[in-house]
């Protein structure tokens, strides 16, 4: 049986979350379609010690402050997977767990969202999907030869795990420095961290309110027409959260080059010298997870949706939400997020009024 709505959101974390609440008060009908079989997002997967980047009260969807956790300046991920179950309880978001979609087709006026347990057909489309279940795995020399462990950040949890072993971190960004310094400061772990390109560490007053604050100074010099500045990138790639900052003013998180290649049971390094390795934890990002719109054809050569805000240029009736700056500077964030859900739910109800 095919259903009929307004709106069909894909994603029931906090950007499907921030879209229904701003869907509601423009008094439209949707539903949120959401593959995880509990509330929470990605959050509920996260690693055991990850903490956010700001306190409570600045990590806040739309129309409700995260509260305070108690003995904690940064909430860690446990929390925040209460506060969004609560609030999609609160907002009675119509989530439905547990559905997987698996295409968005053109059907005449409508869109048709084909999913596991079935069909829909909506006037728009807001497709809040993020990357968590998209781990990118660079093309190292080696990967496929080496006969340790190898991980992804999707599937580190803690350093229990890796007790008494040699564990190689790769990358510089900050899921590769907590991940380093998780492990780093655990003392049962022989740590080694690899980067790209020496680490980029923020100033240690920066947190997520000031980095929201640069990114949406970005984005207004830009519809101004004044100068780029530049945005979160021009201050750094790593947030000096306190676990990370302690392993940094220990002297236990010293990157070093990126190895030449895997081997069987470790890395060559450039100088051809070689170090043993159990374990190696991909810290290398992710990619948007939009499988799901191949059949519109939408994406560009980078991978990613050519967009006007939110809205897909390619198709007017798609809005893409939470992907990061290319859906709307500081978008992929818990406090971020509220705007362009707002924008998004504007521009729908605008066609549809229209």
């Known amino acids: 049986m095919t259903q009929h709505v307004d709106v069909v959101v894909v994603g029931g974390g906090q950007a499907g979350l921030a879209a229904g609440y701003h869907l509601r008060r423009q008094g439209l009908d949707f539903t949120v379609l959401d593959a995880d079989p509990a ?32 003995g904690m300046i940064y909430p860690d991920a446990g929390h925040v997977v209460d506060y969004l179950a609560d609030y999609e309880k609160r907002y009675d978001v119509p989530v439905q767990h547990g559905t997987r979609v698996d295409a968005v087709r053109r059907d005449g006026v409508r869109l048709l969202v084909e999913t596991d347990t079935g069909t829909w057909r909506a006037r728009a489309v807001i497709s809040a999907t993020g990357s968590w279940s998209r781990p990118f795995l660079p093309a190292v020399p080696g990967r496929s030869t080496f006969a340790g462990r190898q991980l992804h950040t999707v599937h580190y949890r803690c350093p229990a795990d890796f007790t008494g072993q040699r564990v190689v971190v790769v990358g510089g960004g900050n899921s590769g420095a907590q991940v380093a310094a998780d492990l780093a400061l655990d003392g049962q772990v022989e740590v080694t961290w690899v980067t790209q390109r020496p680490p980029r560490f923020l100033p240690d007053d920066i947190d997520g309110r000031a980095l929201f604050d640069v990114a949406t100074a970005r984005r207004r010099a830009l519809e101004e027409g004044r100068s780029d500045t530049g945005g979160v990138a021009s201050l750094g790639d790593i947030v000096a959260v306190p ?83 290319w859906t709307g500077p500081a978008s992929a964030t818990l406090i971020g997020v509220g705007r362009m859900a707002r924008e998004a739910a504007a521009g729908i109800a605008a066609m549809v009024a229209g």
């Open 243 to 325: 676990p990370v900052r302690a392993a940094r003013d220990a002297g236990l998180l010293v990157a070093k080059p990126m190895f030449a290649r895997l081997t069987a049971d470790g890395v060559r390094w450039d100088d051809n010298s070689h170090t043993g390795v159990d374990a190696v934890v991909w810290c290398t990002g992710f990619r948007p997870a939009l499988a799901h719109l191949a059949p519109l054809n939408l994406r560009s050569a980078r991978g990613h949706i050519p967009t006007d805000g939110t809205r897909a240029l390619g198709e007017p009736r798609l809005h893409l939400l939470g992907y990061g700056d």
């Open 39 to 70: 509330p929470g997002g990605s959050w509920q997967h996260m690693w055991d010690s990850l903490h956010l980047f700001s306190p409570a009260e600045h990590s806040s969807l739309p129309g409700r402050l995260m509260p305070a956790q108690a």
